[in-house]
């Protein structure tokens, strides 16, 4: 995508939707979610949390599994690893409400891509999903709000895709130019 070189782990990200259905190593996930817990967050409240489900153990991934609509469902019931992700609602040191908690979420979760993608590993959002039946299934308390559903694991076959997503999976994913995207002054180029 584009010219100019950036990291290599950033210019191999992506979101696949066939994974393989070997297990993701405990270390491996050890370390991502190491490097989710280090994400800078607004006054450092750490809002993001992570319930983890293995499809080994099942219990915990077919909960998670469940709440995805069918769309999603069709290939990310390969995954070997589901995650529920969610963000706490308020400051804990003063009840008041967080509205960066989304924000810090995300930047919790680009780390942990990032460093997945370190370790061999790609990963999938999903915002379709059921966030009342995360909460039934999962028992969350009211003070977390789930947010996304993460498919994680070893990038698989492509042949192992429904046609019409394979096709999918092809078409090239563009991105805004950065005229678009970055000014020196409002509507004004700042990247030549
Ligand atoms: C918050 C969020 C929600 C998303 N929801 C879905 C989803 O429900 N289903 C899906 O197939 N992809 C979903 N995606 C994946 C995006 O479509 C994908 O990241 C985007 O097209 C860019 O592609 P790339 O990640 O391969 O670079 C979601 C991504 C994010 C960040």
């Given amino acids: 995508m584009g010219n100019i070189k950036v990291h290599e782990l950033i210019e191999t990200r992506w979101s696949p939707r066939a994974y393989l259905t070997k297990d993701v190593e405990n270390e491996k996930l050890h370390r991502i979610f190491e490097a989710s817990r280090r994400a800078p967050s607004a006054m450092n409240e750490q809002p993001w949390r992570y319930v983890v489900g293995l499809k080994k153990d099942e219990q915990v991934w077919k909960s998670i599994a469940d709440t995805l609509n069918e769309g999603n469902q069709i290939w990310a ?9 969610l ?7 003063n009840g008041a409400e967080n509205t960066s908690r989304n924000y810090d979420l995300g930047q919790s979760v680009a780390y942990l891509s990032i460093q997945a993608t370190n370790e061999g590993l790609f990963l999938h959002q999903m915002g379709g999903f059921s966030r009342e039946k995360a909460i039934e299934n999962l028992q969350i308390p009211e003070e977390f709000e789930p947010v996304t559903v993460i498919a994680l694991g070893y990038k698989g076959d492509l ?29 004004k180029n700042f990247l030549l």
């Fill in 159 to 187: 042949n192992t895709l429904p046609l019409n997503l394979q096709e999918r999976e092809k078409q090239m994913i563009n991105r805004l130019p950065l005229s678009e995207l970055v000014f020196s002054n409002w509507g």
């Fill in 87 to 93: 963000a706490k609602k308020h400051y804990t040191r």
């Fill in 77 to 85: 019931q390969h995954a070997p690893v589901l995650i529920l992700t």
